[in-house]
T-cell receptor, first 111, second 114 residues
């Protein structure tokens, strides 16, 4: 069965302590991989879309990369306002455009 | 440009009642998706609609759940005879009518069944 697995489930960082979140997938025929951020009680907020292995995208302290089997979300010098749950989702090349989500990484950044 | 709008934001129903959740997509978006997030679980796809058409309902429970996206007005997710297990956050997303386009999410409707 096609799956999306995110690790770690939870991550506690000191402000300024860089780290990476992982999203591995077994979807055959990837159309796109999406990263979202979700704050408590809110809807997912779009961050990045990656379409092909080797692709990288950056936004402020975040950088997303993609290989044939996984994606990383690198957080450089995080701040407390980066605390949130980060969700990864994949979309098949064939079929409809539904997203298959991982269970997320809950990030806490302490000052 | 307003984002995806959902209402109500919170909905309380007693077992056996009906729940109607509404979603207005972003301007220029004609594709709507519904997802459900159970407590402590990830987002699960339910249904994908275009105007007046259900494209994929593979994630929708076979009974009690239905969805529509009429030519005019918002998309509606309807849950009949709600049970406690239906308590969850229901999110709507919308996208432009292009394959692989980014889906933008609304704030969600939190349904509580007593």
């Amino acid at each position: 069965e096609d799956q999306v697995t995110q690790s770690p489930e939870a991550l506690r960082l000191q402000e300024g302590e860089s780290s990476s979140l992982n999203c591995s997938y077994t979807v055959s025929g990837l159309r796109g991989l999406f990263w979202y951020r979700q704050d408590p009680g809110k809807g997912p907020e779009f961050l990045f879309t990656l379409y092909s292995a080797g692709e990288e995208k950056e936004k402020e302290r975040l950088k997303a990369t993609l290989t044939k089997k996984e994606s990383f979300l690198h957080i450089t010098a995080p701040k407390p306002e980066d605390s949130a749950t980060y969700l990864c989702a994949v979309q098949y090349r064939e079929g409809t455009d539904k997203l298959i989500f991982g269970t997320g990484t809950r990030l806490q950044v302490f000052p | 440009n307003a984002g995806v709008m959902q209402n109500p934001r919170h909905l309380v129903r007693r077992r056996g009642q009906e729940a109607r959740l509404r979603c207005s997509p972003m301007k220029g978006h004609s594709h709507v998706y519904w997802y459900r997030q159970l407590p402590e679980e990830g987002l699960k796809f339910m249904v994908y609609l275009q105007k007046e058409n259900i494209i994929d309902e593979s994630g929708m429970p076979k009974e009690r759940f239905s969805a529509e996206f009429p030519k005019e007005g918002p998309s509606i997710l309807r849950i009949q005879q709600v049970v406690r297990g239906d308590s969850a956050a229901y999110f709507c997303a919308s996208s432009r009518p292009v394959r692989g386009e980014t889906q933008y999410f609304g704030p969600g409707t939190r349904l509580l069944v007593l």
